[in-house]
Structure formats: structure tokens, C-alpha cells
């Protein structure tokens, strides 16, 4: 099994939260993140957690080579977790430039230094956003894929030239996870989603407005083919993303070249179902107002988890209500991010602002 795990966005959401779950499972961690979209505190909480230190964490870009050669040069990496890129839907079709640069060009610095450095095991970042509008759910990986916004693009591209290398190098082995939609926080309330800015992405926004930070949530659409006409997802709680990559790490031996899983629950979960089911958990009635339907999105996304299931005997194991009660024990204790530390012990409880 690898021992060294480097992971690239590992301050991020799901990279902090698997950071987390390869130190409790024996690995030491390698961290790479320029904290564009993530908090240097994180790494610190991530510590906490786990009861042991990162074994180095550094402020770098994944396009700056030199950067990675140089951590690539301090520590025995045996394999890469490569989260590090935008993940915006509608700030994508925005600044495409930059999620072209970040997330492909990031993705090609990355290989051609594992390459230089003779490291050959990565687990990749996907989306099933690949998959756009043009499958029937549930979603397995022989659905065809065709992608509606610029991050989609990016992502698949990124698989495209993995398979590339990986036909062209033989002892290369890729696990790429296409996610479905990550949400909630790990139980401690320690570790959560702190996204820069107005939410992009529904659980956070949600969130927002039952702490009270924003007055309402905008519901992009409730005209989709589907049973209340809002859009419908496939939320997957983050320790189950994070279980996931600790998983796959341990799968990577078991073949060379690329192979594609889904990490979903093969549950959908439309935008009013969540609203409802988070308003139940906080006791904070979430007021909306149904707007236009958001540019790039499509009706339905829900997977088909049964591949992984089969390969590794793995599933997950939480539920809407756990992603919902664990995100908001993050929202409550961080009203404003990881800029608000959360309490002490003795502290403030429920209902009080730590922040004052
Ligand atoms: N959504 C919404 N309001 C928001 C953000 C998202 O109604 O402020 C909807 C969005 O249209 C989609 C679902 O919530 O149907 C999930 O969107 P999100 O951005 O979280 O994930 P995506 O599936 O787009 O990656």
C-alpha cells in the first residue's frame, strides 16, 4: 500500500477532508495548495483531527513545476491525489481561460513531473459533470459523456489525456473518481465547505441563508422534466468522498493504465428536497424564490455506484439527513468560514454566534 500521499488542493473541501482520512488510516500526507479557494487554517484543523501532522504542507501552484520538483525532492511520494482546480460551474463559462490554465495545464505540469520524478500511481479529481445531458440516469461510466459548461470541458480533457499517457506509459496507473455532488463537513464541525465569495453551489449557499448571512436562496428553475421541477442531484456526504479516496489508493496497485469510477449514492435529491431537508435538520425555515434556470445545467444527475461497489467492495454510508445536520454544525460554528475559529470548550452554544 502507498505511504506517502501527496495531495494537490489538499486546504480544499474534499482535499481537507481527505487529508484527514489517509493520516487516521496510517499514510503520511504530503499537501500542495495555493489557497486561492481554500483557507491555510484548514491544514492546521486537519492536524487536529487526525492527532498527527501533515509531514509538510506547502503554498504552491500545481502549474508551477519547480514548486513540485522541489516537493517531490523532500519527500518520498508514492502516490498523488490531484484535486487542485476551479470547480465553478457558472464561473467557468466566465473566465474559461483560467479554468483551461489551472485545471489542464495544472493537470499536465503535475504528470510530467510525477513522470521525471518516477512516480506512477494517481487518483484524479472527475465530475460527473462529463456526463452532461446526454445519458439516461442512473449514470454508469459507459454512459456517454458530453459536457454543458467549460468545467465539465476541463475535467473531461484532463481524463482524455490521462488515458493518452497512460497508453503511453505502461507502468502509469490512474484511478479518475467522477463525483457527484459533495456536500456536508466532517462531524467535529472542525473541517467544512468555506467557499471565497457567494456560494456557487447549492448546500453552501443553502447554509448561508438559514445562519442568516444571505436572505434567500435564488432556485435556478423549477420548469425540468422532473417530479417538483427543480433540478436533481446525487449528493454524496464528503466522508464518504473522502473514504472513497483512501479506497482507491489502496486499489491503484491492482492494475496499470486508467480506470473511471463514479462516486455517487444512486439516490437523487432534488434542489427543494435538500432545501426541505436542511430546514428540518437546522429549524431554519430556508426562504427562496424560484428564478431562471442557470446557464450549463442540466435536469438530472444520478449515478450508477454499482462499479465501485463491485471493484472494491465499497459503498457509502450517510445519508441526506447526516450531509445536511454536519453541514450545518460547520455553518453554525463558522458563520463567516474558517475566518471565525469555532468556540472553546465551555464556549458559546447552539443559537450564539462564536463570533460575537
Ligand atoms: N442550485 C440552485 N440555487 C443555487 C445553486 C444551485 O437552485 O444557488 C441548483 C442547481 O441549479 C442544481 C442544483 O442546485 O440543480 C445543484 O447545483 P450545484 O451548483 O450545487 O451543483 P452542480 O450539480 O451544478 O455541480
Known amino acids: 500500500m502507498p505511504e506517502t500521499v501527496l495531495v494537490t488542493g489538499g486546504a480544499g473541501f474534499i482535499g481537507s477532508h481527505t487529508c484527514v482520512e489517509l493520516l487516521g488510516h496510517g499514510h503520511d500526507v504530503v499537501v500542495v495548495d495555493n489557497h486561492v479557494n ?15 501532522p501533515l509531514a509538510g504542507a506547502y503554498r504552491a501552484d500545481v502549474r508551477d513545476r519547480k514548486a513540485l520538483r522541489e516537493v517531490f525532492s523532500s519527500h518520498p511520494v508514492d502516490a498523488v491525489i490531484h484535486f487542485a482546480a476551479h470547480k465553478a460551474v457558472g464561473e467557468s463559462a ?8 489551472t485545471n ?3 493537470t499536465c505540469a503535475l504528470l510530467a513531473v510525477m513522470h521525471e520524478q518516477r512516480v506512477h500511481r494517481l487518483v484524479f479529481s472527475s465530475s460527473c459533470s462529463v456526463y452532461g445531458d446526454a445519458g439516461t440516469v442512473p449514470l454508469t461510466e459507459r454512459s456517454p459523456v458530453a459536457p454543458t459548461n467549460p468545467y465539465a470541458r476541463t475535467k473531461l480533457m484532463c481524463e482524455r489525456i490521462l488515458e493518452d499517457v497512460c497508453d503511453h506509459l505502461p507502468q502509469l496507473k490512474v484511478l479518475a473518481l467522477r463525483y457527484f455532488n459533495p456536500v456536508g463537513a466532517h462531524p467535529s464541525g472542525l473541517l467544512g465547505e468555506d467557499p471565497r465569495g457567494v456560494p456557487g453551489n447549492l448546500m453552501p449557499y443553502v447554509a448561508q441563508v438559514a445562519v442568516g448571512r444571505r436572505a434567500q436562496l435564488s432556485v435556478f428553475g423549477d420548469d425540468y422534466p422532473t417530479p417538483d421541477g427543480t433540478g436533481v442531484r446525487d449528493y454524496i456526504h464528503v466522508m464518504d468522498v473522502a473514504e472513497g479516496h ?6 491503484l496497485d491492482d492494475r496499470t493504465g ?9 439516490t437523487g435529491t432534488s434542489v427543494l428536497q435538500l432545501v426541505a431537508a436542511f430546514g428540518e435538520v437546522s429549524g431554519r425555515p430556508v426562504p427562496y424564490r424560484v428564478a431562471g434556470r442557470r446557464a450549463g445545467d442540466v435536469a438530472e444527475l444520478v449515478a450508477d455506484p454499482s462499479a465501485v461497489a463491485a471493484a472494491w467492495d465499497w459503498a457509502t454510508t450517510r445519508d441526506l439527513t447526516a450531509m445536511c445536520r454536519d453541514a450545518w454544525r460547520f455553518q453554525e460554528l463558522h ?15 447552539t443559537g450564539e454566534s462564536p463570533c460575537g
Not at 38 to 52: F, H, M, T, V, Y
Not at 246 to 251: E, L, T
Not at 335 to 349: F, L, W
Open 94 to 101: 466566465a473566465r474559461p481561460v483560467e479554468y483551461y490554465d
Open 258 to 266: 486508467m480506470r473511471v469510477f463514479n462516486l455517487g449514492t444512486g
Open 104 to 106: 489542464v495545464a495544472g
Open 246 to 251: 483512501r479506497v482507491a489508493v489502496g486499489h
Open 335 to 349: 458563520p463567516d468560514g474558517y475566518s471565525c475559529r469555532p468556540p472553546r470548550a465551555g464556549g458559546p452554544t
Open 38 to 52: 481554500s483557507s491555510p487554517e484548514a491544514l492546521d484543523r486537519i492536524a487536529k483531527i487526525a492527532g498527527r
